[in-house]
Each structure stands twice: as C-alpha cells, then as structure tokens.
C-alpha cells in the first residue's frame, strides 16, 4: 500500500499507509496525520487519491506547502519517492517502488568466512511418508476410537480428532464434525452442542442430532443444575440413571424417558464457551466413567479447533466490515468538494471532522450556471453509518434540486417532501442553503432547522441567519421562508454544524455560539484558511483532549477587502 514516510527532525520516521481516499495533514491532532511542526498550520494539505494517482493539495496554510522545492499552488500529483516539505517536516511519498534506504552504504567484514549451518537427519526421517502413512490410518481405523477401555486408544482418539477437524473449514462444518466424532467415540442415541456466542451468557443449540439421523430429534430438555456444573464450574457429568439422580430433580425438567446422559464443557484453558450433552434411553450402565473420560477428552482436542474456527470467522467478519467501512468512507469523501472554488474577490474554506470513521455533516458548493454560487451546509440527526447513509440522500436531493426553481424556497421544499417521503419517521436533517451573488455581494438564504451562521461584519457588528423553518424530513408540507443580506468588503460567514458549538469542556460546559463569535471577531483580518484554523485551535483548547461527542463540520466564506482585490489584481498584471 502506498504510504508517507515523514521525517522529524529531531526522531525517527514514521510510515502512514494512504488507505484512504483523502487525508488531512496539520498541527491539529483532528487530522488524519498529525504533524507536531511550529510552522505547520491547523489544517495544512491534503493527499487525495484518484484512480491509482495520488495528489497534493495544500488548504490554505499560512507558510505554505513545498513539493520537490516548488511551491504547491493548486494541486500537483505525487510521484515515487517525491518530497514534500512542510515546515522542517519532510515527508516522503511512496508508491511501493521508493527504495529508502537509496544512498545507503553497507560495510560488512569479510576477514572470516560464516560458518555453514547443517542439519543432520537420518535416512529414516528424510520422507513424509511414515507420518502421512500414520495420519492415514488415523483416517481409515475409526475402530480403534470405539474401544474405550485402554489408554493407548486415547492417543489415537486424539489423532482421530485432529486430523478430521484439520479439514473443517467453518464453525458449522466444524461442530458438525464433533458430534459425528461424539457417535464414534461413545453409545450415545442422541447428542447437542450447545454454543455461547462472545459476550453472551446464554446458550443456543448449535447442532442436535439423532445416532442414525432418522426421525425428530424431539425435545431435549438439560437441567440448569447439569448446565451449572458444567458451564460455570467446567466440570463433566456422568449419570447412569438420571430417573433417580438428584441432579436431574428439577420440576422444570422432562426427561422424556433419558436414562444415561453424559454432560462435558467445550472451552480452553478456564474458559468454557460451550457444552457437548449425550444421552441414552438405556440404563443398566450405558455410559461408563470410560465414556466420561474419553468423551472428556474428545471435547478437549475439539475445543482447541472451535476457539479457532471461531476467531477465523470473527476475523473474516471484522475485516469484511473494514473494507465496508473503508468503502464507506470513500463515497463519502468524494461527496465533498475537491477544492473550493476559486470566485474572484472571495476566499472560501471548508473541512469537516467526523467524530467517527464516518460522520453525518454534509457540506458543498454548487456554482450556477448564471455565475451564482450555491452553499450549503447540513447536519443528519443521529451519528455513524445510518447517518451517513441519510447524508447520501440529501447530497442527491440538494444537487438534483438545486437550479431547478425560481426561488429558495421552493427547492428546499422540494428537497424537504424528498426526504420526508424516503427518510425514517425518526431521523431528519437540519440544512442551511445559500446564494451568493458574487458581484454585488448578495446573499439569498434559507435556514431549515440549522444552527445560526455567523456573518461577522467588518464593522465589528454580528449578523445571525435564523430565517428559514421546520428541519427537513419532518413534515412533508412545511413551509419555509427566505431571508436576505449582504456580504461587504472585509465581511465573514461562518456555517458551522453543531459539533462546533456543543464541543465540551473536561467540566461538561460547551464551547457556545458567544466564543466561536469572539474568535471571528478577534481574526477578522485572516484569510479565510486563518479564520479555519483559529476556531480549529480554540475548539482544541477549551475541549483539552475531551473525545469529540459530534461531527465538527466549517465552511468560511470571506469577501476580500478593497484593498486586497486591486493587490491581486495587480500582480496579475
């Protein structure tokens, strides 16, 4: 997998796999890669994989990011063994190909020769074919598992049962096998496994079944006393007459006419996770204390090949929901925008942080064809691949909408009676949608359910944009109203989901609306990026490592001043 090598200058490197389809670089430990640099900003670059290519992108840093001595303006792709630099930091892109131990020299002594390891065998020891000959037989004598009354035939007990669990390839197969095993090795008529799935007390059948497979195996009922002593105490028991032994007296219980009954724990070491139970209608001494101790061992040799088989398959199951949730992440991220756009006389920033491997906030910008430019910002109700999912539709819906009405109000409607007929009754989706007229500094909006965003005037006064209504999916026939501002030269908008706002103090108090104003206020003057990183290091400061209870979603929108347009316009001439 293709990886960063970042080199410290001060410790040695460390290696970051790119299993993801993007990943932020910055001071900021919500980034995917933290980079401990003084000259690294909060949110600095991004690496972002397209096809089998991978690109750089820097995100508005303050000193800026170098990529093979070049300063990154815009996006450049990665090539193997490429370096870029940021602050003292330099990070090595690898493909797979890079060699980086490239310079290096190896200096070895050839004064004496390495002795030459040699491994004597007999002749007799040079072929396989004694032990597959023995392991054979163990497949072709199930008679020798049948006689029970000398030790020598635990030993091929044991090798009976390794080898046939050997090619048992799942857990079904597997207990399948065991109580097939079970009829070999004692004269059971009937015989259940009984399993305990991890982090469960209770037991469930796993497999029952009759000697001959011929007919019900009818009902089997196991005294709780019997389960005790087995489950909880790992004991084996062993009755010849379970008509009459106190163990089996329970009120509960119907023995259907159960005579000899052998009970023995599955587990290994001091955990038992498991029961194999026999019986017989048959009394006068069916099962004997050598039926216990063979059937005893049987589930020992067994219980090694179940715990296997079964952290095979939690293993199979836990990387199936990693590539799923790794596919997840990637549809999700190319919801996002690639870059913001680039408007003339504006800067634009946008990032969201999901509290888990995916999140429900769900940002973007939409430029019209009749030069408007659209932006949104919305946060689905709940957290985690469900909310996820409910943000895949209201990307779809806000995209297939926008464009398609006269008027603000009736494309929130439309995508308002999309989601309230498509959504559960219990989830809706808070959203504030955005016009920007980017000549005049216009700015037509329309707030369902969101948070407040901030325009912090140059001027020093506070504008709140609240107009708006009802949160989407809610009632199929809300009504929902438009409200209008301006954006001046030097002004700032900030969207925010409520991630930002309800962050918490290690006291339990929450960051609030008053202080993300303060720092807008206090940083009016920043670009857009620095207006982004100043509330990225205050969250982080007031929060002082306190886990992040909801996704953390900003979008910036900032009209330069005067006096910075005609700059920009000049030094393009």
Do not use: W
Not at 30 to 56: K, M, Q, T, W
Not at 148 to 174: D, F, M
Not at 233 to 256: C, E, I, M, N, W
């Amino acid at each position: 997998m293709p990886e960063l090598i970042v080199r410290y200058p001060d410790r040695a490197p460390d290696h970051f796999p790119l299993g993801r389809l993007r990943i932020t670089l910055g001071r900021s430990a919500r980034n995917d890669l933290c980079i401990p640099d003084p000259f690294a900003s909060r949110v600095h670059a991004e690496v972002r994989r397209e096809g089998d290519e991978y690109f750089l992108q820097d995100l508005g840093s303050a000193n800026g990011t170098v990529y093979n001595g070049l300063t990154v303006d815009g996006t450049v792709p990665l090539t193997a063994g490429g370096r870029i630099q940021i602050g003292e930091t330099e990070i090595i892109f690898d493909d797979g190909t890079y060699n980086s131990s490239m310079g290096a020299t190896m200096i070895t002594d050839n004064t004496g020769s390495l002795p030459e390891a040699t491994i004597a065998l007999a002749s007799g020891d040079r072929t396989t074919s004694g032990l597959l000959e023995a392991i054979e037989g163990a497949r072709t004598k199930p008679e020798e598992i049948t006689t029970t009354r000398k030790e020598g035939n635990l030993l091929a007990l044991i090798s009976k049962v390794g080898v046939t669990l050997l090619a048992s390839a799942t857990l079904n197969e597997t207990l399948e096998q065991i109580v097939s095993l079970v009829f070999e090795a004692v004269p059971a008529d009937r015989c259940l496994l009984m399993m305990r799935d991890e982090g469960s007390e209770e037991l469930r059948v796993a497999v029952a079944r009759l000697r001959d497979r011929v007919g019900e195996v009818g009902e089997i009922r196991v005294s709780r006393n019997v389960l005790d002593e087995v489950v909880i105490r790992g004991k084996s028991v062993l009755t010849s007459d379970a008509q009459h032994d106190p163990r089996f007296a329970s009120g509960t219980v119907v023995l259907q006419g159960i005579r000899s009954v052998l009970a023995v724990p599955l587990g290994v070491s001091e955990k038992v996770f498991g029961i194999i139970y026999a019986d017989s209608p048959i009394a006068d001494g069916r099962f004997t204390e050598d039926h216990l101790k063979v059937l005893t061992t049987l589930a020992s040799v067994a219980a090694i090949r179940v715990e296997n088989a079964r952290l095979a398959e939690a293993r199979l199951q836990q990387e199936r929901l990693e590539r799923e949730l790794q596919l997840a992440m990637e549809i999700q991220q190319r919801f996002q925008p690639t870059a913001p756009p680039v408007v003339p006389g504006y800067e634009l920033q946008g990032i969201s942080f999901p509290c888990y491997e995916i999140g429900g906030d769900y940002y973007d910008f939409i430029q019209r064809e009749d030069g408007r430019l659209v932006i949104a910002l919305g946060d689905v109700s709940g957290k985690g691949t469900a909310a996820a999912l409910l943000m895949s539709s209201l990307h779809a819906s806000v995209h297939a909408q926008a464009g398609s009405h006269e008027t603000l109000s009736e494309t929130i409607s439309a995508v308002n009676r999309y989601l309230a007929d498509n959504i559960p009754a219990n989830r809706f989706v808070t959203l504030f949608y955005a016009e920007l007229d980017p000549a005049s500094g216009a700015l037509s909006f329309l707030n369902a359910g969101h948070n407040p965003p901030l325009i912090v005037h140059a001027a020093g006064t506070v504008e709140q944009l609240a107009s708006g209504g009802l949160p989407l999916g809610i009632k199929r026939n809300a009504e929902y109203r438009e409200g209008r501002t301006q954006m001046q030269m030097g002004d700032v908008l900030v969207i925010y989901s409520d991630g930002v706002t309800e962050a918490a103090s290690p006291s339990g108090e929450e960051f609030g609306p008053t202080r993300l104003y303060e720092v807008v206020s206090r940083n009016i003057d920043a670009s857009a990026a620095g207006v982004r990183d100043r509330i990225e290091s205050a969250l982080t400061k007031f929060s002082q490592g306190t886990q992040a209870a909801d996704d953390i979603t900003l979008v910036i929108v900032k009209r330069q001043a005067e006096t910075k347009q005609l700059s920009v316009a000049g030094s393009g001439d």
